[in-house]
């Protein structure tokens, strides 16, 4: 169907022009202000391009999905060209270096003309499993991939889209429409920033003449800079993917990730808000520093009765208990991931060919957790945008709403991490000082807590704890339902290898039944699993803020990424395996 007209119902072009039409006089008439000129330049043609694409998909009326209206942007979507033929070991590990090196250099790009200090990070308590840096070209991270694919999971899970993704044209279209739909989450993402989050500078306001106007033209400058750079990361992983080895996304995490705990464990730059922690000036801010600079400083007395181990063990930031709740972490995910249900296999017709097919624990890897993390980061982000964006909160009923999620505290300074309300009871929770020292020591560390009741601060901790685990058990049966994970997938596979369990029939069907009594029920604890660990860790705390998350999707990636590497130099050495592993 390449190449092919696509044939289509023009009658709608009618409709979606008069709803163009009406978009644009209610925003110019209710919400944009006068001299907007950032609202002026990107509204009428976003909402040119996102209906545009509404017309494509819904004036489709050929024999498939809807999706196949999207063809003719799919075709000719800029991608990264996958190789031909095999690709040397050594050529995909100097790939994979080359990007890990250039992505820490985009990290230390800053945005041209933003005001550091004056700007706010609304994605700084998700910032170590964004993979990006507060305020460089790499700020919005891979927030806007991961959220396309969440909305594509949905939408698949749901039945919304009607593809056989074992289909090559059907899954090519999926993998087009995911493109697509980045894209869009990138500028969705990119835009709100810069309205009273991401400060345009002063040098980089007068340069376009000042006032209004030139506020308007700084901001739109800053949000062409997050798109080339979110834009920038889409692709670097595509690259990783085609040309290198492991997933682009998973390398970013896990490189900031290891930064964030390094940086962590041992900086000894002195702590700037030591007096909100309680810590005299000049403390470390790193776990082994800041230990040795208080054991120092305390007397017996003070470590034994003034509270001093409490400090050390449990205290923000980067207490012990941190530094051995991220090791912890390791060494469970490292034994976990080892932990398997191997079937039996035997080849149909070459006798004594024997082999075993590995179900893991962790059967659907890391990913819920990156999907349901970066979930509740966009929820944190719409629910901020409602709070505090000057057109979001004139929204009728959902506007500036506490319940919703209220970010001001009681001096009205704005904040990124919500202060009440629904998105306070689905935020993170960084360690315990913000549940366990309150319970144990309500006098001392209510404050932590801003003012909630002891009884709040255990309904959150219940609330999210089932979040992350229920949520992750959905994301994972979606997973491997639409990456070819499922009984009926792997008994096709199996059986299109010549392999078939001994005892039975060689039928796909038998092999399906043989594997729903495992993969299925593996599935769920494997979600269950990773999503209560990943909120255990949390709760405990990790050093560096790098969160449980963060450090449970870098064991598990690190772990992944030296099983590839050992599979391509198996393939490397024996040529005969690439067919057997699914290479070229």
Known sequence: MAGEAVERKKGWA??????????????????????????????PPLMGVTLWLVYLVISYKGEHSKLYGLKPIIERFPAIKRAEGHVHFRTKM??????????????????FGLDVEGSLDIFSQFRAIMAGASG?????????????????????????????????????????????????????????????YLMPGAPLISAFGGGTEGLGFARFIIVVQLIAGSYLVFLMDELVSKWGIGS???????????????????????????????LPKGTPSGTIPKTIDLLSDMSLSDIANGGGLEQIFLGPPNPIIALIGTILIF???????????????????????????????????????????????????????????????????????????AYTTETGENVTKPLYGGAWYLSQ??????????????????????????????????????????????FAK???????????????????SGMQIPGFRRDPRV????????????????GAFVGGLAAGADMIGTVGNSSGTGVLLTVGIIIRLYEEIGKEQMMEMHPVLRGFFGGE
């Open 136 to 196: 460089s070209l790499m700020h919005l991270g891979i927030g806007p991939i991961v959220t396309g694919s969440i909305i594509m999971q949905l939408f698949t899970g749901a039945k919304i889209i009607s593809l056989d993704l074992t289909k090559s044209e059907d899954k090519a279209v999926y993998q087009g429409t995911q493109k697509v739909v980045v894209i869009a989450m990138i500028v969705i993402e990119a835009v709100p920033q810069v309205f009273g």
């Open 94 to 111: 100097m790939w994979t270096l080359g990007i890990l090196v250039f992505y820490f250099i985009l990290t230390n790009v800053f945005i």
């Open 331 to 405: 060494l469970i995910v490292a034994y976990v991931e080892s932990a398997r249900i191997e079937l039996p296999l035997a080849h149909g017709r070459v006798r004594g060919a024997r082999g075993r097919y590995p179900i893991r624990l962790i059967y659907a890897s890391n990913i819920p957790v990156i999907l349901m993390s970066a979930l509740l980061a966009n929820v944190n982000m719409f629910s901020l945008l409602l709070w505090s964006h000057p057109t979001l909160q004139k929204i009728p009923l959902l506007g500036h709403q506490w319940w919703i999620g």
């Open 248 to 278: 682009g996304i998973s390398l970013f995490i896990a490189a900031g990730v290891s930064e964030a705990i390094f940086t962590g464990t041992v900086n000894w730059i002195p702590l700037k808000n030591y007096e909100e922690y309680r």
């Open 511 to 526: 092999l399906r039944k043989v594997l729903e009594r495992y993969i299925p029920m593996v599935t769920v604890i494997s």
């Open 14 to 43: 009618v409709p979606i022009i008069v709803g163009y039409i009406l978009l644009l006089v209610i925003y110019f008439s209710y919400y944009w202000k006068d001299n907007d000129m950032l609202g002026a330049v990107l509204f």
């Open 478 to 496: 979606f997973w491997i339902e639409t990456t070819n994970m499922g009984p009926e997938d792997v008994a096709k596979q199996i059986e299109s």
């Open 429 to 474: 929770i960084s360690g315990v000082h913000e549940w366990l020292l309150p319970a144990l020591n309500w006098d001392r560390y209510g404050p932590y807590v801003t003012g909630h009741e002891l009884y709040q601060v255990i309904l959150h901790v219940v609330i999210y704890m089932s979040v992350m685990v229920i949520g992750s058990v959905l």
